[in-house]
């Protein structure tokens, strides 16, 4: 089996937690294990019914790994140490056929952006190489291919076509330090 990974950029407000927590059951229904890695910023609390991690495992991801500048989960208090990389927090999950990032933006990993037009906010994909594509629910200008944000199979399915091998990921993250 080869474990790919695939991310989901976007601000806060875009609504990649609503997607992912759509697009876990679509991908578990289709016989797919998927994992999460979500990056939180600095204080955070695990499993606290209607956060992120709590939906994310709900929505019946295998894993859901939370990670911030202050302590990763599955609990491990960083006290003090480094921020863990990408490259690392993969190499603490278990086999899966999907790895889907939330975060990690400076990352090389391919990424998907999620938009939303009534966000106000500025599109990232001009200036990050390793957005593929857009989930947005407005017409957006641009030759990378776009899926609305409420069309879960054409989502899934450009999640699937984009994601890289989690080897590749490692590689491309490792070539930037």
């Known amino acids: 089996m080869v474990m790919k990974v695939i991310g989901l950029a976007g601000w806060s407000g875009a609504g990649k937690t609503t997607l992912l927590t759509r697009l876990i059951p679509y991908f578990k229904a289709q016989g797919l294990r998927v994992s999460v890695i979500k990056h939180a910023h600095h204080q955070f609390d695990v499993d606290v019914p209607g956060k992120d991690s709590w939906r994310h495992r709900e929505a019946g991801?295998?894993?859901?790994?939370?990670?911030?500048?202050?302590?990763?989960?599955?609990?491990?208090e960083l006290r003090g140490a480094a921020e863990p990389r990408l490259p690392e927090?993969?190499?603490?999950l278990s086999a899966v056929d999907l790895?889907?990032?939330?975060?990690?933006?400076?990352?090389?990993?391919?990424?998907?952006?999620?938009?939303?037009?009534?966000?106000?906010?500025?599109?990232?994909?001009?200036?990050?190489?390793?957005?593929?594509?857009?989930?947005?629910?407005?017409?957006?200008?641009t030759r990378l291919p776009t899926v609305h944000l409420d069309d879960i199979e054409a989502a899934a399915a450009l999640l699937l076509r984009a994601a890289m091998p989690v080897e590749e990921a490692v590689a491309k993250s490792a070539a930037l330090r």
């Open 61 to 76: 991801a295998a894993e859901v790994l939370v990670a911030s500048s202050n302590r990763w989960a599955l609990m491990h």
């Open 89 to 92: 927090l993969l190499s603490k």
């Open 99 to 141: 790895v889907v990032v939330e975060g990690f933006k400076r990352e090389p990993h391919r990424k998907i952006e999620v938009h939303r037009a009534g966000n106000d906010k500025p599109l990232l994909f001009p200036d990050d190489p390793g957005i593929v594509g857009i989930a947005t629910d407005t017409a957006i200008e």
